[in-house]
């Protein structure tokens, strides 16, 4: 066989936790990741973290992005992490984009949250993060 | 309590290990060397259960229909995987899946397997490693699979050779009786499923579709069926699964089963050999000086690109 192969593409799962129905960032933001030569797994809206740890193991991505408006992400978030431990699939990076106060962001960056986007953040920017992150975790 | 690690992918996979089985899934979708000791293993266990695909235009419902029969197959205790294609950009490599959003199942259900594909490149429908996907679902114990294909047009017909039973999904309004009468997607359905017949247009579609079934049976003698089927009210879910038990029935019982699945393997060998040896003559003909050498002659149109070819095939043409 051929010793070198092309590494294949990077798997993100895209989701949005909880009740809220504003997908359009995540839509956006699940195009940019295609469109840099990744598989986004769009598993959309009103998923519980329960849905979403069994989807990415499943789907056995390198990397999860939360998108979140509702305003619970401090509900949601952690519980995503907490069920990744309890599956031992902590090494599988989270990212998250929403409203999220400054003040939230840093706890949720302490509980294990890799990047956390606000309003204004650039779709270069977080493509970057997500091959940064996608290349840790590999 | 202490239970051994299994040894290998193999037995993990029998053991129900769904992790495993996700790794094994991405190691045979990569083409990764390491996954042909595991897929020697299960072939011998493997060809004993439905293979259901699902196939048809993009936008009429085939992730719905995943959906409900599903549940249907979960109602009656079955377990069911599930592998769902979709595109590959042909620029980036990229991929949005989004079968997965259809789905609706009890997060803790282990009787369902989702698995979301791309199709990397493959034209036809459905990925290069699409088949062997599916045997590993199988491996791994699930009592029934389900392959959703690429929104299909009408050449796309590779899921012919990786299910055992093939769902056309159509819906009304997709085009006059003409269109049944091209070759290509219409000639391989086991089973026609008119989704969105909640809609107008419905009866004309199953009109045309029972005149074309009418003309007579598939070459190896089965009848198509045609289902009208609406994933909103729902409706005809049980009549659709029905229809695929019925064709399944007919294969166990049918004489030319045996061809069927000998031009299947067959199939399957010429595509494999066809694939490793382009890989190698495609890595050759750019690492080998007098291979490139070759090229450089077919640039300058001193030989053409036939000839080229011919002194690289190893069966001594030429």
New interface residues.
């Given amino acids: 066989?051929?010793a070198k192969?092309r590494r294949?593409?990077v798997?993100v799962l895209i989701a949005k936790p909880g009740l809220d129905g504003h997908d359009r960032g995540a839509k956006i933001v699940?195009?940019a990741?295609?469109?840099?030569?990744?598989?986004?797994?769009?598993?959309?809206?009103r998923q519980?973290p329960?849905?979403i740890?069994?989807?990415a193991?499943?789907?056995?991505v390198d990397l999860i992005g939360l998108s979140i408006l509702s305003g619970a992400h401090m509900a949601l978030f952690p519980k995503v992490l907490q069920l990744l431990k309890k599956?031992k699939?902590s090494t599988i990076p989270v990212f998250a984009g929403g409203i999220i106060p400054d003040e939230d962001a840093r706890r949720l960056r302490r509980l294990g949250v890799r990047e956390i986007f606000g309003p204004g953040a650039s779709l270069a920017e977080i493509v970057a993060a997500a091959q940064r992150l996608a290349r840790g975790a590999a | 309590m202490t239970r051994p690690r299994p040894r290998s992918l193999a037995a993990a996979l029998a053991t129900g290990d769904?992790?495993a089985l996700?790794?094994a899934?991405?190691a045979v979708?990569?083409?990764?060397?390491s996954a042909d000791p595991l897929l020697r293993a299960i072939f011998p266990r493997t060809g004993r259960i439905p293979i259901v695909g699902l196939t048809g235009p993009l936008g009429v419902g085939k992730s719905s229909l995943v959906n409900l029969l599903v549940a249907h197959l979960r109602a009656q205790g079955r377990s069911v995987g599930v592998v769902a294609v979709d595109p590959?950009?042909p620029?980036?490599?990229?991929?949005?899946?989004?079968d997965?959003?259809r789905l609706e199942r009890r997060?803790?259900d282990e009787g369902v397997?989702?698995?979301?594909m791309?199709s990397?490149g493959a034209s036809g429908g459905v990925a290069a490693s699409t088949r062997d996907v599916a045997r590993l679902l199988e491996a791994a114990g699930f009592d029934v699979v389900i392959v959703e294909t690429v929104g299909s047009g009408q050449v796309d017909v590779a899921i012919r050779e990786v299910a055992t039973t093939r769902i056309v999904v159509v819906v009304p309004h997709l085009g006059d009786e003409v269109q049944t009468l091209k070759a290509g997607l219409f000639e391989i359905s086991d089973i026609f499923c008119i989704n969105k017949s909640d809609l107008p247009g419905a009866e004309t579609a199953e009109r045309h579709l029972s005149e074309l079934a009418s003309l007579g049976p598939t070459p190896d003698g089965w009848r198509s069926r045609i289902v009208r089927t609406s994933t909103v009210l729902p409706l005809g879910i049980p009549e659709l699964w029905a229809a695929v038990e019925a064709h399944e029935k007919f294969l166990a019982d049918s004489p030319g089963r045996r061809d069927e699945l000998r031009r299947r393997l067959t199939e399957e060998i010429v595509s494999r050999v066809r694939d490793v040896l382009a890989?190698?003559v495609a890595?050759r003909l750019e690492t080998d000086p007098s291979l490139r050498r070759l090229v450089d002659k077919v640039v300058a149109r001193e030989i053409d690109p036939r000839t080229a070819a011919d002194r690289l095939l190893p069966l001594g043409r030429g």
């Fill in positions: 066989m051929t192969r294949s593409p798997r699940a195009r990741l295609r469109d840099a030569g990744m598989e986004v797994i769009y598993a959309g809206l519980t329960e849905d740890v069994r989807a193991l499943e789907e056995d599956e699939a | 769904r992790r996700a790794r899934i991405t979708e990569s083409g990764d060397a590959s950009s620029f980036s490599g990229g991929s949005v899946l989004g997965r959003i997060a803790d397997f989702f698995r979301s791309a990397r890989r190698e890595e």
